[in-house]
């Protein structure tokens, strides 16, 4: 029994799945109890352009392990606030549901910056900085 599995006072276990096709490895996960957790804030762009009307980018947020994996059961109530040039579409304090949640983030009119700060009670703040043109110009 104690092979496979830890009991108290062992050593947890990792687990490394490797996942072939063709012979050829194309996935490697670890699995077991996780030392860590964190909140993943990923916007789906961070320069937003004004041209008729105003831009909008999604920010997906998501709870991890240290090992990768979307912890469904946290349920952490996220709070935002925002400054400069931008917006947020919805509400302002929301809780995740299975792990994730999301939100949109618009623009205001004229060209400048703003920032949306991420605010959870265990998991951290978290700042993503957004730069807002006017025009159907190309910035990079």
């Avoid at 999301?102 to 959870?120: A, P």
């Avoid at 265990?122 to 910035?139: A, C, N, P, V």
Wanted: net charge negative; hydrophobic share 35%; glycine share 12%.
């Amino acid at each position: 029994f104690g092979k496979y599995y830890a009991g108290w006072g062992q050593s947890q276990r990792v687990y490394t799945f490797k996942g072939f096709k063709d012979k050829e490895q194309v996935i490697e996960v670890e699995r077991g109890p996780f030392e860590k957790i964190s909140l993943k804030a990923e916007p789906s762009k961070t320069i937003l352009t004004n041209e008729e009307t105003y831009d909008v980018a999604l920010v997906s947020l998501k709870v991890e392990s240290d090992l990768g994996e979307v912890l469904p059961y946290h349920d952490e109530v996220i709070t935002l606030s925002v400054t400069g040039n931008l917006s947020i579409l919805g509400p302002m304090q929301f809780a995740l549901s299975g792990g994730r949640s999301g939100f949109y983030v618009r623009s205001q009119r004229g060209e400048g910056s703003g920032m949306v700060t991420i605010n959870t009670q265990s998991l951290g703040t978290h700042d993503i900085e957004f730069k807002i043109y006017d025009g159907e110009q190309l910035h990079l």
